[in-house]
């Protein structure tokens, strides 16, 4: 087991980096991001859920507060072990690892609180990491800066704003964003709907915002920021 604090060098990985939680984990989903190459990084406890889906991660990070046995790790997998508690274990994960995009699952569900702990984190490292937290329904990417991406007309595209937001315009939204100033508590942007196959959407500056599709999309904003990278 390897200690480990705010100052040690990053673990980097090339590929998809899919970092793990403690909360609802859809296994076919975990298996099938393993299968087409991701590594896998469990948060804490959520390290049990990769070897629980018969998978191996290839590390796992945090304060080893609720992970089964600590010390019971096969060979290939580094154990990061983080005692601070300013930080949430994702958020261990999020500034002990680099990757070109960053998947979290069992991020949401079973405590709110632990979802919002995890909205918070992915808005805290948007600008220097794409983070795609998923769940069983939707995938919300968390970044900042314009994006482009393909959808099916008619399918709705939610846009949030993580901090106060202006927008200087979109292309293929029912709901244009050009001119718009977003924020918690204010106007939103969630249930908006695309009106063409090509989205693109352009802030001013480098303010985190978060992007909601269904589920189905998460290959193909994979493959979006990939070609950004």
């Known amino acids: 087991m390897q200690d480990a604090n705010l100052d040690s060098t990053p673990l980097v990985f090339d590929d998809v980096l899919v970092i793990v939680g403690g909360g609802t984990v859809e296994v076919p989903l975990l298996q099938a991001l393993s299968h087409e190459g991701a590594r896998l990084v469990g948060a804490d406890g959520g390290a049990d859920a990769i070897m629980a889906a018969g998978l191996v991660p290839d590390a796992v990070i945090g304060d080893l507060d609720s992970v089964s046995d600590p010390e019971g790790w096969p060979e290939p997998t580094r154990v990061l072990h983080i005692s601070e508690q300013i930080t949430t274990d994702f958020e261990k994960c999020l500034y002990s690892t680099r990757a070109p995009v960053t998947v979290a699952l069992g ?13 918070s984190a992915a808005t805290r490292f948007a600008r220097e990491r794409a983070i795609i937290l998923a769940d069983e329904h939707d995938v919300a990417l968390a970044l900042s800066g314009p994006f482009r991406f393909s959808v099916t007309p008619g399918e709705r595209v939610s846009i949030y704003p993580l901090a106060p937001i202006d927008f200087l315009f979109s ?15 204010g106007l939103i942007g969630t249930s908006n709907e695309a009106v063409e196959r090509e989205v693109e959407i352009v802030p001013k500056g480098d303010t985190p915002w978060l992007l909601i599709l269904e589920k189905s999309h998460l290959g193909t904003l994979i493959s979006a920021l990939q070609a950004d990278a």
Do not use: N, V
Not at 171 to 183: A, N, R, T
């Open 107 to 119: 991020m949401t569900g079973k405590r709110f609180d632990h979802t919002l702990s995890a909205i």
């Open 171 to 185: 292309k293929g939204l029912l709901y244009p964003l050009d001119g718009l100033h977003l924020e918690q508590g």
